[in-house]
């Protein structure tokens, strides 16, 4: 009896040139529905474009993808980071692999590849009330360029919006639901749909805003010149992102983003008596429709979580 060789595949290691690599980039690119999600996953497939590129003779491949990962760690860059640019590889496989570019048996190869363990607990940064009200009522509210900020923080502090959301949040959206103000059929981070509880001091600081700005429609927020004329048809994230920045600045907090005003918000609910359950509703969190069908839970606007914070507006 002859001893059969085992099969082999006829594909071999594909070196895909740069015109490939830049229409699997644009392929996933496509897919993504997030602008952060887009900005995070260009960076990283650019920077391993520009290693793979760099390297003489290099075949996609999980070897490849090992040493890339190894160069990585050697920079050298945190966990998280490694990770999420080993993400972005794999799904530059994915599309090659669809395009015909890439065989199936190189992409599970590279997607066998894993990510760096993280060593000890990720300590995120939570602002207590007492620094919260700090922050807001560091904000001048007698100008037009402060009345601005002092919406943005307080959706972003007391709503726990994204950036993202605050920046394309349209004044349409804000309607009375139930006897209490609210953000109606908010579209966050992958699509998903809530309805976020506006607190009163929330709102009045967004009755100050859009009066003063002469806005009756269409996105909340405009950008403001030197001489304090609007501009445009909407802000961009960068600009949520220097107003936090400056608000912070002035009230005397060091390194304090966005995102760390959403996960106070969170905090500072838990804290005032506010269940989970009601908080991953505020917040919009990607499990949210998975708790709801498991333990029934409905979200009530009359008794909105978030209302249990209050800070005081700056008047100086």
């Known amino acids: 009896m002859i001893k059969q060789s085992p099969r082999r595949s006829n594909h071999k290691p594909r070196h895909l040139t740069l015109p490939e690599l830049a229409q699997s980039k644009t392929s996933v690119l496509n897919t993504l529905g997030s602008m952060q999600s887009r900005r995070s996953y260009q960076h990283a497939m650019d920077e391993f474009i520009a290693w793979y590129c760099s390297e003489p003779r290099l075949a996609l491949n999980r070897i490849v993808v090992l040493r890339y990962r190894m160069h990585l760690e050697n920079i050298p860059l945190a966990p998280a980071t490694i990770n999420r640019r080993l993400a972005a590889i794999r799904r530059i496989a994915y599309e090659a692999s ?25 300590v995120g940064n939570w602002l207590t009330t007492e620094e919260g009200q700090q922050l807001v009522g560091a904000v001048r509210t007698d100008t037009l360029r402060g009345k601005r900020h002092a919406a943005m923080l307080g959706l972003l502090l007391g709503c726990g919006l994204r950036r993202s959301e605050v920046a394309n949040l349209e004044i349409e959206k804000i309607q009375r639901r139930d006897g209490h103000w609210a953000i109606v059929d908010l579209v966050g981070k992958a699509g998903h749909v809530r309805t976020v509880p506006v607190p009163l001091w929330v709102k009045t600081s967004i009755d100050s805003w859009s009066p003063a700005a002469g806005l009756g429609e269409g996105r909340l927020f405009r950008a403001i010149r030197k001489n304090g004329v609007l501009w445009g048809r909407g802000v961009t994230q960068n600009v949520v992102w220097y107003v936090v920045k400056n608000c912070a600045k002035r009230a005397g907090i060091e390194k304090l983003a966005p995102h760390d005003l959403r996960r106070s918000c969170a905090r500072m609910c838990h804290a005032a008596g506010g269940e989970i359950e009601p908080i991953q509703f505020l917040l919009g969190h990607a499990s949210v429709q998975t708790t709801e069908r498991y333990i029934g839970c409905k979200q009530k606007l009359g008794q ?3 209302d249990r914070i209050e800070f005081r507006l700056g008047t100086n």
């Open 304 to 306: 909105a979580v978030n």
């Open 98 to 122: 669809d395009n015909g570019l890439l065989s199936p048996e190189l992409v599970a190869g590279i997607r066998r590849v894993k990510g760096v363990k993280r060593l000890g607990q990720q």
